[in-house]
């Protein structure tokens, strides 16, 4: 079957321009969450959503992040007045329910 | 306060050589650990994981070795391929919570040679 999906692949956003970054996660898959990977990083946390509910907001870095997933399958991940410092790396990972998460090709962000 | 210490940063072996990856945690409520593999421009694909009530995990070319009071675990590749050439990063999560989220290394980038 298809796997975690995320689109758009590259994004090139000026520095103060608002950003959506979309995840379609595997079918019937209750838990999704939502990394940063910075360049040479490993992945951060940042989010996850247990169906409709954002249960863990910790790893947002500020409020300019905001992420939902309103009918608990395609997930959005919104970045207001983007900064150089938010160029990364965003993965999406949706889980059955449990330990395997199975992780997105990711969306490229570069904030000019 | 980094939770997994990953090491070595990066790693060259030969062809059919073994491949040893170390990470450490400080984190006792860990209670599952995980090896991802990402190739460029790819996400993490799971490799293999282990729980701590076992010492051992080997699937194929790949076992993680686990120490509970050192809180330390291991990523072992055998018979290491080109194909192998990769980063790859050990996690860490603490299913307490009913969360799940995952704390990683900082990878390791490993080159195989042919």
């Known amino acids: 079957g298809a796997g975690v999906s995320q689109s758009p692949r590259y994004k090139v956003a000026k520095r103060g321009q608002d950003v959506a970054l979309r995840c379609d996660p595997i079918?019937?898959?209750?838990?999704l969450f939502w990394y940063q990977q910075a360049l040479g990083q490993g992945p951060e946390f940042l989010t996850y959503f247990q169906n409709e509910a954002q249960l863990d907001k910790s790893g947002l870095p500020s409020d300019r992040f905001f992420a939902e997933r309103p009918e608990g399958s395609v997930s959005t991940l919104k970045i207001q007045r983007t900064q150089q410092e938010d160029s990364a790396v965003y993965l999406c990972?949706?889980?059955?329910?449990?330990?395997?998460?199975?992780f997105g090709p990711g969306t490229r962000l570069t904030v000019l | 306060q980094q939770q997994v210490k990953q090491s070595p940063q990066s790693l060259i072996v030969q062809k059919g050589g073994i491949s040893i990856i170390n990470c450490a945690y400080e984190n006792t409520a860990f209670d599952y650990f995980p090896w991802y593999q990402q190739f460029p421009g790819k996400g993490p694909a799971l490799l293999i994981a282990i729980r701590p009530d076992v010492s051992e995990k080997k699937e194929g070319r790949f076992t993680i070795s686990f120490n509970k009071s050192a809180k330390q675990f291991s990523l072992h590749i055998m018979d290491s391929q080109p194909g192998d050439s990769a980063t790859y990063f050990c996690a860490a999560t603490d299913s307490g919570g009913s969360n799940y989220k995952l704390t990683f290394g900082k990878g390791t980038l490993l080159t195989v040679n042919p």
């Open positions: 990972a949706s889980s059955r329910q449990g330990y395997t998460q199975y």
């Open positions: 079918s019937g898959h209750v838990s």
